[in-house]
């Protein structure tokens, strides 16, 4: 199965080298989602910008010269995912005023409206609605070798912002309260925070799709909270969760013709099962 794999190398490269950057980088962003209980705020910001794209591609029926620009086409379509993620990030993480919606009342709405309307903007268009099916079921078969420098430097950003930053940002998703009180700007952080991971989904999407995106950012941390109790060891084991079982996923999908999406997405949803069943066995 391995040689089988390696042999694949050649004509999978980028499939291979953008789904692990996206396993290592979903999974560094989804620790500060799950430390700060928002796992369903970061689905609804995945189906956010599954709307942008739906967006993207009705413009796109109505300015024709739009699907002329050959891979800037593609581009197009990940600008329209990264704006309106980034529109749903900031609208979802307001604070509450006194008599006015709650954040879960918003994201509810935000997840259940942009879900509808993306399947019916496209509802008239075949092509549309496949290519709407094909990002809820992810697959990055048709990944590229720009898609791959693309994700590499925002994982390589990522890093650097983590290692520059990573006591600030432990405390403001530990203990928002205490890291007012020594003086950080806790609205400024979230709102950049939220905005960071709305860019990162919103790219993701157009490239991995739904399934793949959401689990990647979700389930490794997951995992790891269950594993580990301080926020510090997340950010370590959660991308290595994260990178073995998606590095796993794609060897057996080439070897037994799997889409490798789903499978990696799977692993991660069994290893989370053992986490559970790990944790209430201390």
């Known amino acids: 199965m391995i040689e089988a794999f390696i042999e694949s190398w050649p004509l999978f490269q980028n499939t291979y080298l953008t789904g692990w950057s996206l396993s290592l980088l979903l999974a560094l962003i989804g620790v500060v989602v799950v430390a700060r209980d928002q796992v369903f705020l970061g689905l609804a910001v995945s189906q956010a910008s599954l709307l942008g794209v739906a967006s993207g591609m009705w413009l796109a029926t109505l300015f024709p010269q739009l699907t002329h620009l050959g891979n800037e086409h593609a581009w197009w379509l990940s600008l329209c995912s990264m704006a309106f993620a980034m529109v749903a990030a900031v609208v979802t993480s307001r604070q509450a005023a006194p008599g006015r919606e709650t954040p879960e009342s918003i994201t509810g709405w935000v997840y259940a409206f942009t879900a509808a309307l993306a399947v019916l903007l496209l509802s008239r268009s075949p092509h549309g609605l496949e290519e709407v099916h094909r990002l809820l079921s992810s697959t990055i078969i048709g990944a590229s070798s720009s898609d791959v420098v693309l994700f590499v430097s925002l994982l390589a950003v990522s890093l650097l912002g983590i290692a520059r930053w990573r006591e600030s940002i432990t405390l403001l998703v530990m203990d928002a309260e205490m890291a007012g009180a020594v003086g950080l700007s806790v609205r400024r952080w979230q709102v950049f925070l939220s905005l960071w991971a709305a860019i990162v989904v919103g790219l993701s999407i157009r490239v991995s799709g739904l399934l793949f995106t959401?689990?990647?950012?979700?389930?490794?941390?997951?995992?790891?909270?269950?594993?580990?109790?301080?926020?510090?060891?997340?950010?370590?084991?959660?991308?290595?969760?994260?990178?073995?079982?998606?590095?796993?996923?794609?060897?057996?999908?080439?070897?037994?013709?799997?889409?490798?999406?789903?499978?990696?997405?799977?692993?991660?949803?069994?290893?989370?099962?053992?986490?559970?069943?790990?944790?209430?066995?201390?």
Not at 244 to 261: E, L, R
Request: glycine letters at 10%; hydrophobic letters at 55%.
């Open 214 to 282: 959401f689990g990647c950012l979700v389930l490794p941390s997951l995992v790891a909270k269950n594993l580990v109790r301080e926020v510090r060891a997340m950010f370590w084991v959660a991308p290595l969760i994260s990178l073995g079982s998606t590095f796993c996923a794609f060897v057996a999908a080439h070897g037994y013709d799997f889409p490798p999406g789903q499978l990696a997405v799977a692993i991660q949803g069994l290893l989370l099962l053992g986490g559970w069943s790990l944790r209430r066995s201390r």
